[in-house]
């Protein structure tokens, strides 16, 4: 029994979702009392440190498989979401959309996204600026 974790186009975030998910995401506006604006897009998007390669190491050594997928043995990809702050810092980390029937796969994807270190803040016009990143994990048992 082999059992992987897999994160899948780290880059073109939205290319996992279908084009109506896409639409609603990139179009949301989400106010907020600081006034300043989230994007979903920018010039240089945020960075885990080390870059892609970093990230995927990081969630696939700390993703811990939940001991009742030895009876589940679920497979699937949860989508997860979360703001780079300018300071590097994420806020808002939720689960968008879960692998169906396995709460415990999508708890564990979430606790990994809170316990990630400050990223490299995104950049629009060469302004560190507030950036909604959406992170696919793929699942594999």
């Given at each position: 029994?082999?059992?992987?974790?897999?994160?899948?186009?780290?880059?073109?975030?939205?290319?996992?979702?279908?084009?109506?998910?896409?639409?609603?995401?990139?179009?949301?506006?989400?106010?907020?009392?600081?006034?300043?604006?989230?994007?979903?897009?920018?010039?240089?998007?945020?960075?885990?440190?080390?870059g892609e390669t970093a990230l995927t190491r990081y969630v696939a050594s700390n993703y811990h498989y939940p001991s009742v997928a030895k009876k589940d043995r679920l497979e699937g990809t949860l989508y997860l979401s979360f703001i780079v702050?300018?300071?590097?810092?994420?806020?808002?980390?939720?689960?968008?959309?879960?692998?169906?029937?396995?709460?415990?796969?999508?708890?564990?994807?979430?606790?990994?996204?809170?316990?990630?270190?400050?990223?490299?803040?995104?950049?629009?016009?060469?302004?560190?600026?507030?950036?909604?990143?959406?992170?696919?994990?793929?699942?594999?048992?």
């Amino acid at each position: 029994m082999k059992k992987s974790i897999v994160l899948t186009a780290f880059i073109a975030t939205f290319s996992c979702l279908n084009a109506q998910e896409t639409d609603r995401i990139a179009t949301a506006k989400v106010s907020n009392t600081s006034g300043d604006s989230l994007f979903t897009k920018v010039d240089v998007m945020p960075q885990f440190p080390g870059g892609e390669t970093a990230l995927t190491r990081y969630v696939a050594s700390n993703y811990h498989y939940p001991s009742v997928a030895k009876k589940d043995r679920l497979e699937g990809t949860l989508y997860l979401s979360f703001i780079v702050e300018k300071d590097g810092s994420l806020s808002n980390e939720k689960i968008i959309r879960g692998i169906k029937g396995g709460e415990a796969y999508n708890s564990e994807g979430l606790r990994v996204i809170k316990s990630m270190p400050d990223w490299i803040p995104g950049t629009l016009k060469g302004e560190k600026v507030r950036v909604q990143f959406i992170l696919p994990i793929r699942v594999t048992y």
